[in-house]
């Protein structure tokens, strides 16, 4: 069955990067796109930028370019978001999610604390 | 880009009523709409795709219509399990991916 597990909890302090991994299982890595979402505490949902896992290309919502890097190790079936010059506002949780058509399969989530 | 409006952005409903909650696109998009439902600390739950498929597994009192700009998602006779967060996403022109700001929906 196709499982998307993610990278546990991250406390950061302000100014610094976090990377967070979406580990894919269950399906040809490749033949799909990722996406990665956040969402703030009692917020609604964000869309932060895709990756295509076989080409490697990749596009980020204008909020987040220069400080978002999305990339993929393809021996591992792993996918990867960093942010970097965090803030308080930051503070979120990040999904990876799998796209076929829409989002069709979602990471559990890892949560990013923002916080001096 | 895509803006989408989802309306309303909270209802409140008794066991058994009919629910229904709407998203309208800024402009055309075909029937590329899902829905979703999250509940408090889950993962977002794809209930609809193409704006009228149901997801395996997801009961029939969920339904979906509607395609161009104006979408509808449908809960026949709510249950108490139904209480949760609804999210429309617009993946016409991807990327980008587009959500609709939610509609929290609680049991009376």
């Known amino acids: 069955q196709v499982q998307l597990v993610q990278s546990g909890a991250e406390v950061k302090k302000p100014g610094a990067s976090v990377k967070v991994s979406c580990k894919a299982s269950?399906?040809?890595?490749?033949?799909?796109?990722i996406t990665w979402v956040r969402q703030a505490t009692g917020q609604g949902l964000e869309w932060m930028g895709w990756i295509n896992l076989k080409s490697g290309d990749r596009g980020y919502a204008q909020k987040f370019q220069g400080r978002v890097t999305m990339t993929r190790n393809t021996a591992i079936n792993t996918a990867y978001m960093e942010l970097s010059s965090l803030r308080s506002d930051d503070t979120a949780v990040y999904y990876c999610?799998?796209?076929?058509?829409?989002?069709?399969?979602w990471g559990q989530g890892t949560l990013v604390t923002v916080s001096s | 880009d895509i803006q989408m409006t989802q309306s309303p952005s909270s209802l409140s409903a008794s066991v058994g009523d009919r629910v229904t909650i709407t998203c309208r696109a800024s402009q055309g998009i075909r029937s590329d709409l899902a829905w979703y439902q999250q509940k408090p600390g889950k993962a977002p739950k794809r209930l609809i795709y193409?704006?009228?498929s149901l997801q395996s597994g997801v009961p029939s009192r969920f339904s979906g219509s509607g395609s161009g700009t104006e979408f509808t998602l449908t809960i026949s006779s709510l249950q108490p399990e139904d209480s949760a967060t609804y999210y429309c996403l617009q993946h016409n022109n991807y990327p980008p991916l587009t959500f609709g700001g939610g509609t929290k929906v609680e049991i009376k």
């Open positions: 269950g399906y040809t890595f490749t033949n799909y796109d």
């Open positions: 999610g799998r796209v076929g058509g829409s989002v069709d399969y």
């Open positions: 193409d704006a009228s």
